[in-house]
C-alpha cells in the first residue's frame, strides 16, 4: 500500500492500493501482453492498466523475458517512467505478464458522492527481487501490510484507509495465503464482489455499506437515488415511514430470539386507511403508537402466526379502534405451544387478497395484500405481499441478520423449505425486490436472498447429516457441538431446536 498526496483531490493523506486511469493506449498493448484463455478484452485492458500503473507510480515491472524470466532491476532501469511504457517493453523483448493479473472486486463510487469512480481492483503475485519505489508525486511511503495489521491500525488512528479499502482489506483477511486469493479468482474469471455502496445515518454519523451487508436494502428502498437522509437506528418511540404507504414500528421487545423487536408495519394512507401487520406483544404504549400512526383508521389487522411476539397485541389493538376492524390471520395448530395460541376472527386463504381503496388528489388509490400461506416456521405461519409496490412482508419465514428457528412439532424443516420455494417463486413472478422481515431492516435482492437463504439450510443439513453420521448414537446436544462449530455455544439450546428440525427432515427423506 502507499500512501497519497496530501494535496490529493481525492482521498488525500490515505493509505491505498496502487492504481489509477485505463488510458487508450492500454487497449491497443494486447498484443505485447500475455493471456489466459478466458480472459476478456475488457480484463486484459485492465490488466495491462494494473502493469503500466505499478510501474509508473511504484518502479515494479510486472513484465517476462521471452525465455520466461521475469524483468529485473536492470530492465527497470532502462525504462523511463514518464515516457509510453508499453513501446519501451517492447523494445526490451519483454512481455507483460497480463496472464497473472486477476480481477478481485468492482466498486463503483457511492452514489452521494459528487465525483464517482467505475473502478476495478486487481490482484497479482509481487515478482521476486523487486522493490517498490514510489514516484514521490502521487504516492508516497509503499509499505507492504497483512490486511489485518492494516485495520487494526486504522482503527488505532494512525493508517486512514477509505471505505472501499477498508472493505477489501476485511474480504482479504479471510485467506490465508496469496494463493488462495488468486486461485478465488481465477475460478470463473470474474470479480469475487461487485459493489456500489449505500449510506444513511447511525448512532449521528454517516454509515456506508455493502450489498451483503443488512442495512443495504432498506437504503435502497427508501433512497434509491442515494440521498443521505434515512436514520437506521432502531427506536420504539415513532413509526419508520419506508414508503407513503409503508410504515414500520419496532416493539421494545429486543432479545436474542427478536433481535432489535418486533416489527409492526401499517400498509395504507390517510385515504385508503391502513393495515396492520404483526401487532406484536400485549405492550400498551406500542400499541398506542401504532393507533396514532394509523391516525385511529385501522381497517384490518394481519398476525403472520400465533408466536407470543406477533400476535397478542391484536385484541387490544382491535380495542383501541372506534371502528373495530376485523383480526386476521390462520388459527393455531394443535401443535402450537401454550403460549402461542391464536385465534382469529377469520381465518385468510392461500392467494386471498386484502384491498384498500380510496380517493386522493389523483385518482383511485389501491393497496393490495395478497396472502401466501407459508407452514414451516410454525404451521399456521403466512407471509403478504404488496402487489403495487412489489413487496413481501415476510413475517419470521426470512429474517434479516439471522435465520428463523424451527422448533418441531409446530415447526417443520421440509415445509420450511417448501415455503420458501413458494416465495421464490412468488418474488420471481411478481418483480419482487425487497423483503420486508418481522425482525431487522429491510432486504433488497428479494429472490437471491431467499435462494441464498435455502442454499445456507441446506449447506447446515449436510453437517448435520455428517454429525449423525460420525456418532450415530450420538445426542442432540453431540451432533449440535459437531454441526453448529461456526456458532456461539450459548446459542446452542436455540440451535437445538432447528437440528431437531433438520434430524427430522433427514430421516423424513430417507422414508421417502
Sequence with gaps: MTRRSMTASFAPGAYVFPGG?????DAQ???????????SDLH?????????????????????????RWADNADIGQIDRKKPFAAQCQAKGLTLAADQVFVLAHWITDRDLPRRFDVPFLVARMPEGQTPVADESEQFEPVWVRPVDALTRHEAGDFYIIFPTIRTLERL????????????????????????????????NEARYMEHEAPFGELALVTPD???????DWQTDQAVALLKNVQRLTAPNPGVMTGPGTNSYLVGDPNTGYIAI?????????????????????????CTHSHADHSPGAAPLQALCTVKPPILGLASRPTARANSRFTPERELADGEKLVLQGMGVDGEITHTLRVVHTPGHAANHLCLVLEEDGLLFSGDHVLNGSTTVIDPPDGHMGDYLDSLDKLAAACEAGGIEFILPAHGHVLGFAHQAITQ????????????????????????????????DDVPPRLWPVAARSLQAHVDHIREQALS
Design 21 to 25: 486511469g485505463v488510458d487508450a493506449a
Design 278 to 302: 404483526d401487532p406484536g406483544p400485549a405492550d400498551d404504549e406500542h400499541l398506542q403508537r401504532l393507533w396514532r400512526a394509523a391516525g385511529g383508521q385501522i381497517k384490518a389487522i394481519v
Design 173 to 204: 483477511k479471510a485467506f490465508a495465503k496469496v494463493d488462495d486469493v488468486l486461485q478465488a479468482c481465477a475460478v470463473n474469471d470474474e470479480p469475487l464482489w461487485t459493489s456500489c455502496p449505500r449510506a444513511g445515518w447511525l448512532a449521528g
Design 29 to 39: 498493448a494486447h498484443p505485447l501482453a500475455r493471456r489466459r484463455p478466458k480472459q
Design 453 to 484: 437463504l435455502k442454499a445456507h439450510r441446506m449447506r447446515r443439513e449436510a453437517k448435520i447429516a455428517a454429525a449423525m453420521q460420525a456418532l450415530p448414537q450420538g445426542s442432540l446436544q453431540e451432533w449440535v457441538e459437531k454441526a453448529y
Design 226 to 232: 442515494g440521498q443521505i437522509h434515512h436514520h437506521l
Design 44 to 68: 486484459l485492458t485492465q490488466a495491462i492498466a494494473a502493469i503500466r500503473e505499478s510501474f509508473e507510480e511504484l518502479g515494479i515491472l510486472f513484465a517476462r523475458h521471452v525465455d520466461g
